[in-house]
């Protein structure tokens, strides 16, 4: 059965970076686009950003773009969403999701805890 | 660019039916027949519910239905059970490879 399963989450002081990733099983992650998505506390998901099955396609939200980057390795059949630049704001719970033929996310992971914080 | 609109909350009671909306614009939930729905129980990952508006992957249960009339998406819950309770996001393709939520909805069962 599809697992994705976040890492890489915790505790990050303001302007520092991180590296978020998420491993994949049960499925051909190489064909497969990977989106991340994330929630805030007490908020609801925001989408984050895309990765095209082979890379060649990323696409970010307006509240990340400059500051974050989506990338995979096929061969590891893992995603990670590198974070820079980190902001209270971007203290949440980040996602991983697979992107179905149907333009929709399919299979979600358990998600990863980030806390901004000094 | 704003979430697409939902009620904060909406409830029933065991056997009813409830619908939740989706309010977006021609850009997003209006424009494509992309709209899908989103179950999630706290601490737990999201699960997709209904993609394409009213289809339903393989495993949810036929209470689940979805439509849509112009820029509104709609989740309707038949016959409203225990394990229903959660909240409950919609989410639409927006063009341009970018994708967005609703604000959520918490669902109740009385």
């Known amino acids: 059965q599809v697992q994705l399963v976040e890492s890489g989450g915790g505790v990050v002081q303001p302007g520092r970076s991180l590296r978020l990733s998420c491993a994949a099983s049960?499925?051909?992650?190489?064909?497969?686009?990977m989106h991340w998505v994330r929630q805030a506390p007490g908020k609801g998901l925001e989408w984050v950003a895309v990765i095209w099955y082979d890379g060649s396609i990323k696409y970010y939200g307006d509240s990340v773009k400059g500051r974050c980057s989506i990338s995979r390795d096929n061969s590891k059949n893992t995603l990670y969403l590198q974070v820079d630049s980190l902001r209270a704001e971007d203290t949440a719970v980040y996602y991983c999701?697979?992107?179905?033929?149907?333009?929709?996310?399919?299979?979600w992971g358990q998600g990863t805890l980030v806390t901004v914080s000094s | 660019q704003s979430a697409l609109t939902q009620p904060r909350s909406v409830s029933g009671s065991p056997g009813q039916s409830v619908t939740i909306s989706c309010t977006g614009t021609s850009s997003d939930v209006g424009g494509y027949d992309f709209a899908s729905w989103h179950q999630h129980h706290p601490g737990k990952g999201p699960k997709l519910m209904i993609y394409?508006?009213?289809k339903r992957p393989s495993g949810v249960p036929a209470r689940f239905s979805g439509s849509k009339s112009g820029n509104t998406a709609s989740l309707t819950i038949s016959g409203l059970q225990a394990e229903d309770e959660a909240d409950y996001y919609c989410c639409s393709f927006a063009g341009s490879y970018t994708w967005i939520f609703g604000g959520g909805t918490k669902v109740t069962v009385l």
């Open positions: 049960g499925f051909t992650f190489s064909s497969y686009g």
């Open positions: 394409d508006v009213s």
């Open positions: 999701a697979t992107l179905s033929s149907s333009w929709a996310l399919d299979y």
